[in-house]
């Protein structure tokens, strides 16, 4: 005898209307959740902003406290800590930015140099530049880790690197060692940036003798270092006007005249 199937059991209607609710609530939620973090972003952003305003705004020599980033972001010290435990938290993401923007700066400025020589000695020159017209420049990149900044593949580190290597590509640099090339050169502009924060004004002399400094220390010979630093530093004088931090009452020899030669 054929049995007959037993009937589907129907879904309770309290269940169904259950179903139906969560459909309708999920992408509510999503919205929810999608707003809370935009907020949150720009929060973040806010405080971040405001850190490099305070930092701008503040006295040389002495370095602002949370108490005036949530006064210029116009929030209380609660909401800043929900982002960051310090300033100093903040730092090394001002200073990526900066280190970014200085790399943007030297590709629209000084991408068609045809000589390597002279495009790796703008870097340094660039660096002192700003860091003698723009002082909240040194107190962020000071932070950069930027061992890290070119061993990532970032692409503004990789511009860096590209420099280098297509300068000893083109035999005009020789050195052995692409980490060693990277680290004199940064650690040369970041230390000549502290030194010229400490004065009244860039000396073009020192500048220019840094520059050449660093060209010599990756293989190339005094005369040709000298060469490329002095028109490199020329350049600099004649392109560099358009930019938003230039300041050019803050070098010492304004007329942008090239230091005098190595003796």
Do not use: N
Request: proline share 6%; glycine share 6%.
């Amino acid at each position: 005898m054929r049995k007959t199937p037993p009937a589907a059991t129907p879904v309770p209607a309290p269940r169904r209307r259950a179903a139906t609710v969560a459909a309708v609530q999920a992408p509510d939620q999503d919205f929810r959740s999608r707003v809370a973090a935009e907020k949150r972003e720009r929060m973040r952003e806010r405080l971040v902003e405001a850190t490099l305003q305070a930092y701008a705004g503040s006295t040389p020599g002495l370095r602002p406290v949370i108490d005036d980033v949530v006064r210029v972001a116009g929030v209380s010290r609660g909401s800043f800590y929900k982002y960051f435990d310090s300033i100093e938290e903040i730092l090394p993401e001002l200073g990526q930015r900066m280190a970014d923007d200085m790399v943007d700066t030297f590709q629209r400025l000084f991408g068609d140099i045809a000589d390597p020589a002279v495009r790796i000695a703008v870097g340094p020159l660039l660096s002192l530049c700003r860091s003698a017209m723009d002082p909240t420049h040194v107190a962020c990149t000071a932070s950069v880790d930027f061992g890290a900044y070119f061993a990532t593949g970032r692409l503004h580190g990789m511009v860096v690197t590209d420099q280098l290597l297509a300068a000893r590509q083109a035999g005009v640099l020789h050195f052995e060692s692409l980490e060693a090339a990277i680290d004199l050169a940064i650690g040369a502009s970041m230390e000549g940036s502290r030194r010229v924060q400490r004065l009244p004004r860039l000396d073009a002399a020192y500048a220019t003798a840094l520059a050449r400094g660093v060209l010599c220390g990756l293989g190339m010979t005094r005369a040709a270092a000298r060469r490329a630093a002095d028109q490199a530093w020329q350049l600099l004088m004649q392109r560099c006007a358009t930019l938003p931090w230039w300041r050019p009452a803050q070098i010492q020899a304004a007329d942008g005249a090239p230091a005098e030669p190595l003796r």
